[in-house]
């Protein structure tokens, strides 16, 4: 069974920095494209980043300058650093893998407010 488990969500005041964790197995992590995506109230899921095995990243235009994807190849673990938090970024964020196929993580909350 696929597992992607994701770390790092919380409270923070518009202008911080949040940096969230998603570990999975080594068998996912050197095959499948590793993104975030992310589900506001009352909103459809949306991509905020992705980033292929090799290392080519994708960003969603809102985060661009300010959201950073990365990946540990060593920990099996995929990043996303925050950085210039808005109100407008609080949302469920979700960890994806896709090759084909999509797993999901359950998700982590983040929340922007002062």
């Known amino acids: 069974q696929v597992q992607l488990v994701e770390s790092g969500g919380g409270l923070v005041q518009p202008g911080g920095s949040l940096r969230l964790s998603c570990a999975t197995s080594a068998y996912i992590f050197n095959i499948y494209t590793m993104g975030w995506y992310r589900q506001a109230p009352g909103k459809q899921r949306e991509l905020v980043a992705t980033?292929?095995?090799?290392?080519?990243?994708n960003y969603a235009d809102s985060v661009k300058g300010r959201f950073t994807i990365s990946r540990d190849n060593t920990k099996n673990t995929v990043y996303l650093q925050m950085n210039s938090l808005k109100p407008e970024d609080t949302a469920v964020y979700y960890c994806?893998?896709?090759?084909?196929?999509?797993?999901w993580g359950q998700g982590t909350q983040v929340a922007v407010s002062s």
């Open positions: 994806n893998a896709n090759h084909f196929v999509d797993y």
């Open positions: 980033i292929t095995r090799g290392g080519s990243t």
